[in-house]
């Protein structure tokens, strides 16, 4: 009978021993959240909840069970992301599939959704909504649940599979237009009265120093915003002004340290009022939004 390191051999190899085992090694891997994944990892491999996990910390796993557990900790190892060893990433308490073609939906993008729905509670449906870089898909969605009115498009340059499935999986797909597209070469057929966009925006000398997860797995496209981070930034917001409605709103995820850059981007053209940087929950700024100017504005 094969025996994992640290588990003394035994016939009742059990979910704790196990998780005792994977714990240890994903400290030595120097992972973040060793016990955290572990569970998650193992809830995957057995098909249960994590809830269920710790009511049966005795549970003798088969051989199987064990094995595939074994292989997706040598995966995190690796510094594999558990949201591609497991396909799914929680996010706004919903679940949805990933994989390596799409950004993992981090939880600080939340804030973004929140600053959206709070900006567009005053306004009378329906609602136009434009996601630029729609990636997985989790914004489009997610406005669409929340906002019963809205029409969303949603524009991605690579593969927009992982996006259509999520749609489907919520039951929304018929309320979002997918357009296969590079944003920067695309006609945006507004006007929307929002625009919304967490684009690539890490500098691009800096993805080297990224954390293995991001860097080795992430798909580069959707992380790399040019020398300055700012390319894509620098290209939505004066076009944006062209396709949004009087009092529109424009709404970005950003890097912590581009808040000052993003307003005076904002600034510089003139169309824009009530330019607003938001905090996440660990206070860095994370979200920049403003409105097209009105005529009286
Ligand atoms: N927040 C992501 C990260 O730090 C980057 C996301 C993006 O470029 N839009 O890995």
């Not at 990892?41 to 557990?69: D, H, K």
């Not at 006007?191 to 890490?202: D, K, V």
């Not at 500098?203 to 300055?228: F, I, T, W």
């Amino acid at each position: 009978m094969e025996v994992l390191e640290g588990v003394k051999m035994n016939r009742s190899q059990t979910l704790t021993s196990f998780l005792n085992w994977a714990q240890h090694k994903l400290i030595q891997a120097e992972i973040a959240s060793p016990r955290l994944d572990a569970e998650v990892l193992m809830a995957e491999s057995l098909n249960i909840s994590r809830t269920e996990l710790m009511t049966y910390p005795g549970r003798v796993l088969s051989r199987i069970e064990a094995e595939n557990f074994r292989s997706r900790i040598e995966r995190r190892v690796l510094r594999e992301p558990v949201s591609h060893i497991t396909g799914v990433q929680e996010f706004w308490s919903l679940e949805f599939s990933v994989n390596e073609k799409v950004l993992t939906p981090r939880p600080e993008t939340e804030i973004l959704v929140e600053q959206c729905l709070k900006a567009l509670a005053k306004n009378s449906s329906p609602v136009k909504i434009l996601d630029l870089g729609t990636g997985s898909g989790v914004l489009a969605i997610i406005l669409a649940k929340e906002i019963s009115q809205s029409q969303i498009t949603a524009i991605e340059k690579s593969s927009l599979e992982v996006a259509r499935k999520n749609a489907m999986r919520h039951a929304v797909a018929d309320r979002i237009r997918f357009v296969s597209s590079d944003l920067m070469k695309t006609d945006w057929k507004g006007p929307y009265h929002l625009i919304l966009s967490n684009p690539p925006y890490i500098e691009s000398e800096n993805l080297s120093k990224c954390m293995p997860e991001v860097r080795q797995y992430e798909p580069v496209h959707a992380l790399d915003g040019g020398r300055d981070g700012l390319d894509f930034y620098r290209f939505i917001i004066p076009r944006a002004l062209e396709q949004l409605e009087e009092g529109g709103l424009l709404a970005f995820e950003i890097g912590h340290t581009q808040a000052t850059a993003l307003v005076s981007l904002m600034e510089g053209c003139l169309g824009y009022q009530d330019i607003q940087v938001v905090q996440d929950y660990s206070g860095y700024d994370r979200v920049v939004l403003a409105r097209k100017r009105t005529v009286n504005g």
